[in-house]
């Protein structure tokens, strides 16, 4: 529900505004917020303050470029969002990847409950 609010109050930039908006980082309380803007498309993602970043920015631009080079035909039709659903697989390895990279850092970290993402990263632990 926040998160729907925080896009929709994002939203009274307009598209004009929107469009310049690069990165916004949210840091506090037990969670970090990344925001990217990239191609119109916006990425949010949301780890927990301990979670290890390593040039999260980059990593966050790599998904948005991955997914428009995928699926720029279906975002200029306005296509339904589940033609996306093959996009979490691509999303999945790019997470893998990145655990591995980090050298397991973050194996020690706790997992908590972040929806499709959670199950990502307790796979990459173990």
Do not use: H, P, W
């Amino acid at each position: 529900m926040l998160l729907s609010s925080f896009v929709g109050a994002l939203s009274l930039f307009g598209t004009e505004n929107m469009g310049k908006i690069e990165e916004i980082t949210i840091k506090g309380l037990s969670i970090q917020m990344i925001i990217v803007n990239k191609f119109d498309l916006v990425l949010i993602a949301i780890m927990d303050k301990d979670f290890v970043k390593e040039d999260i920015r980059n990593e966050a631009v790599k998904a948005l470029d991955m997914f428009y080079s995928l699926y720029q035909n279906e975002i200029v039709d306005c296509t339904d969002v589940s033609q996306f659903e093959s996009f979490k697989k691509v999303l999945y390895d790019q997470i893998v990847e990145y655990f591995n990279r980090t050298n397991g850092a973050n194996k020690k970290a706790k997992i908590r409950d972040f929806g499709f993402f959670t199950e990502a990263i307790a796979q990459t632990k173990n």
